[in-house]
Nanobody
Framework: QVQLVESGGGLVQAGGSLRLSCAAS????????MNWFRQAPGKQRELVAA???????NYVDSVKGRFTISRDNAKNTVYLQMNSLKPEDTAVYYC??????????WGQGTMVTVSS
């Protein structure tokens, strides 16, 4: 059974930090490009950060210099370190991957709330 399970969300003050984790099972994790998306209330889901199977990373402009995506293939886990958080970072954060047989794979999401 394929599962992506996020954790690490919560309430933090502006300027604070959180680290999100996404544990994957049922997939060959080391071969997968992994992504973090977020969806704020009333807005479309957007791609925040991506990491390839080889470790190359990419970020949406609004989080560059503040967020860092990383992966631990031994633990089948991808992380999103979020620093200098802003109220506009408030959203549900989702882990995502694409499987050639199953299509888009999504976790259940973890809520991040940044208070001003």
């Amino acid at each position: 059974q394929v599962q992506l399970v996020e954790s690490g969300g919560g309430l933090v003050q502006a300027g604070g930090s959180l680290r999100l984790s996404c544990a994957a099972s049922g997939i060959i994790f080391r071969r997968k490009d992994m992504n973090w998306f977020r969806q704020a209330p009333g807005k479309q889901r957007e791609l925040v950060a991506a990491i390839t199977s080889g470790g190359s990373t990419n970020y949406v402009d609004s989080v560059k210099g503040r967020f860092t995506i990383s992966r631990d293939n031994a633990k089948n886990t991808v992380y999103l370190q979020m620093n200098s958080l802003k109220p506009e970072d408030t959203a549900v954060y989702y882990c995502h991957a694409v499987d050639p047989w199953r299509g888009d794979l999504w976790g259940q999401g973890t809520m991040v709330t940044v208070s001003s």
